[in-house]
């Protein structure tokens, strides 16, 4: 697995992710979760970022599709 920085926002998100999962293991809040769970959860909140970035960059470029702008052409004086 490559070793990527998170944002605060990913980061958020895991942490979150990790505390639900040991809640539903029984584990106390900060409790030791197996390697494999933690795989899978840092594959699923990764798969949801790209995909929210993946909406976000769609969503710019129909934004810049859709604007309008009015350049004039180069005056030609005789």
């Known amino acids: 697995m490559q070793r990527r920085k998170l944002s ?3 980061e958020l998100a895991l942490c979150k992710a990790f505390r639900e999962a040991a809640l ?11 390697s494999e769970v ?8 990764f798969k949801a ?3 929210e970035r993946e909406i976000q960059r769609m969503d710019d470029a129909v934004r ?4 309008f702008t009015w350049k004039p052409s180069a ?3 005789r």
């Open 8 to 10: 605060s926002a990913e």
């Open 64 to 67: 810049e599709e859709s604007t």
């Open 38 to 45: 933690k795989r899978r959860i840092r594959a699923e909140v």
């Open 24 to 34: 539903a293991m029984g584990l106390p809040a900060n409790g030791k979760l197996p």
């Open 49 to 51: 970022h790209q995909v």
């Open 75 to 77: 005056v030609r004086r």
